[in-house]
């Protein structure tokens, strides 16, 4: 008789056990989906800034790197030579 209450605390134990792992699994997520939303949040302002100035890209046939048109770079302003666009 006394083995089946011990295996019943046992297993009430063990029960209690899952339940608070999955607790904690549902509360890691929750946390995940905060940190992403108050990320989105942060990044926003960013994105808008960055939108905002939108300046026009345009990509070389040859080697398919984006270059900002009328950006010249710190060595062509330098040498005095200019991409004409």
């Known amino acids: 008789m006394g083995i089946w209450l011990e295996l019943g605390i046992f297993g009430l134990v063990f ?3 899952f339940w608070q792992m999955h607790d904690v699994r549902r509360a890691q997520e929750q946390t995940r989906q905060q940190r992403a939303r108050e990320k989105a949040l942060l990044d926003a302002p960013q994105q808008a800034v960055h939108d905002a100035i939108d300046l ?8 398919q790197t984006p270059k900002m048109e009328g950006a ?5 302003t ?4 200019q991409d004409s666009v």
């Open 56 to 63: 026009p890209i345009r990509t070389d046939e040859t080697d």
């Open 15 to 17: 029960v209690f056990a």
């Open 78 to 81: 330098k040498s005095g030579t």
């Open 72 to 76: 010249a770079t710190h060595a062509q």
